[in-house]
Every structure is written in C-alpha cells, then in structure tokens.
C-alpha cells in the first residue's frame, strides 16, 4: 500500500467563538485600509477617464487625458525631471551610505563610531519641511549663511534657488543630506548581519580587502542594497515633493519640478482634476514595472541557496 493511499485528510474545525471575535475586530480594520488606501487608487483611476474640476458634472473623455498629457510642457519637464533626481541623488542614496558605513565599521573606538553614526543620521528623524525651512535660511540671497560666507570670501551672492542653473541641485544636496544616514544604517545593519565565517575564510585563502569586500560581502549585501535601490528610485517621484514645495515651488520655469508636483499642480492649481489622475495612474504604472525590473535584473530581495 502507497504512502498516498494512507493518507487522512485532516478534518475542518468547526467554527468558534475565537473565530468570530477574531474576524469582528479584524473586518472593520481591512474596511478601514480599503477605504482610505485602494478606494482612492481606485477612484483616481476612475477620474484619469473624464473631466472633472470638483464643481461640474463628469464628463466622459476615455483616453483623452492620458493622450493630451503628453503635449503638456509640465508634464514633459516633470518626468524628464525625475529621471534626473534619480541618478542625481544615486550617489547620496547609494554609494555614499555604503562607503560610510564600511569605513565606520572600521572604527576602532566605539565612542567615536557611536558619536558618527549619530551625527549622520540626526537630519533623518527631523521633518523634511523643518529641514528645508532651515536651508531655506541657509539659501537665502539676501540674508542667507552661504551667500554671506561668499561674500566675505570675495565671491559674488548668488540667487541659489531662484537661478535655473542652481535649483536642482539645491533640492539634490537637501534631499540627498537628509536622507544620507538613513540609508548608512541599513546597510551597517546588512553588513553586520553577514557571517563572519565567510569573511574569515576569504582572508585565510589569501584574499585581499577589496577581493573580500566585492566577492563576499556584495553579494551578501543584496537584499539591503536592492531594498535602498527601490526606496531611492521611488522617492525621486514622491518623497521630494515637500522640498520642491517648499524651496522652490517647482520654478524657476519647472526646472526642479517632479512628476509629484506636477500631479499636485494640475489637481489644486488648475483645478484640472482629470489630467492629474491620468498623470497619477501613469507614474504608478511607470513606476511599478521600473520597480519590477529593478527586482528581477538585481535578483529579488536576496539571494538563494541550492
């Protein structure tokens, strides 16, 4: 007789009283997310098909909003734009974090790396706005700390973040400070989860330091450096929104603009509710098959072991 053919099925559990005090508090949390998370994605959806400026009756368009938005220049500026934040801010989201945190792993006193690891990530648990009212400060061509350290080093004041040569980076260098330690703790939390066996065993086969950190710890370090990737990617069309707000307003002539803000605009600004959500459904999209392909070029969330 098979293994198979000695097989019982296991019987159902009737349904108790823990089964429905459990799914009592459970359906009006998941009524509670789907209201207030998928309902608006779904509604949104539902707006990028017809005109709408929260006054006048719909009116049908089907793909019109979504053909129309690409002649619009804020549009266009707008996801050339996040491009750009995203390999601007690649080195203070990527490769700067991960650089630190190997050389503070390196520190032999703790106190010392302790002291580091605090001060990088100080700027992370303050509010993006209160960080960028204080570069606003600092930015500032009238009264502002940098202008006026240029001054007196003899070089002219310059109109940081209403120059179309210079308001970019100011937004790259605020968002990139801010968030710089963040990611320098994730990847000293990845590295000090790799085996040290592993590491040990590589410098005993005569392995060099960068040998060692390249083909042993890189590798290693996937799951934390795809997760950093992704976050960074995503927030080049979504977090910088409140230091494009802030600084500068998406000017001058949408030169720091995001695809955010340009959602942002055309729903409060102009009151063109239809192009927004068109606009909206486009980046999620966009941005859900970048992600996607992000994750299976890079190998997923970690590696395997046959």
């Known amino acids: 007789m098979s293994k198979n053919e000695n097989y019982t099925p296991a019987r159902r559990r009737p349904f108790s009283r823990e089964d429905a005090c459990f799914w009592l508090w459970l359906i009006p949390v998941i009524a509670a997310y789907g209201l207030f998370k998928y309902w608006p994605m779904i509604y949104s959806f539902i707006l990028s098909f017809a005109n709408w400026n929260f006054i006048s009756d719909f009116t049908w368009v089907g793909f019109g909003n979504y053909t129309n938005m690409f002649s619009k220049t804020m549009f266009i500026k707008g996801m050339v734009n996040t491009l750009k934040y ?10 700067l974090p991960l650089l630190l945190s190997v050389m503070l792993l390196n520190v032999r006193n703790k106190f010392a790396q302790e002291l580091y690891k605090t001060l990088f990530f100080i700027p992370n648990i ?5 960080v960028c009212m ?18 007196k080093l003899g070089i002219a004041s310059v109109n940081w973040l209403t120059n179309s040569k210079t308001a970019f980076y100011c937004i790259v260098a605020v968002c990139g400070w801010k968030y710089l330690g963040m990611n320098m703790i994730l990847f000293i939390a990845g590295l000090l989860g790799i085996s040290q066996d592993c590491v040990e065993a590589a410098y005993i086969d005569g392995a060099s330091g960068w040998q060692c950190f390249w083909s042993i710890k890189m590798p290693l370090l996937a799951p934390t ?9 995503i927030f080049a069309a979504e977090r ?5 707000s802030v600084l500068t307003s998406g000017g001058p002539s949408y030169t720091t603009t995001n695809l955010s803000y340009v959602i942002y605009e ?3 600004k102009y009151y063109n509710i239809g192009t927004a959500s068109a606009i909206s459904t ?8 970048l992600t996607v392909i ?3 070029t890079m190998g997923g969330y970690g590696y395997h072991e046959e």
């Open 86 to 95: 995203i390999v601007y801010l690649f080195p203070f989201f990527v490769i």
């Open 126 to 130: 303050l509010a993006l706005s209160i």
């Open 134 to 151: 204080v570069w606003l400060w600092i930015f500032s061509s009238s009264y502002g700390l940098l202008n006026n350290s240029l001054t």
């Open 225 to 233: 450096t795809v997760y950093v990737v992704i976050t960074s990617v």
């Open 240 to 244: 910088a929104f409140t230091a494009i």
């Open 266 to 268: 055309f729903a409060f």
């Open 282 to 289: 486009f980046t999620s999209v966009f941005f859900l098959l």
């Open 294 to 296: 992000m994750m299976r």
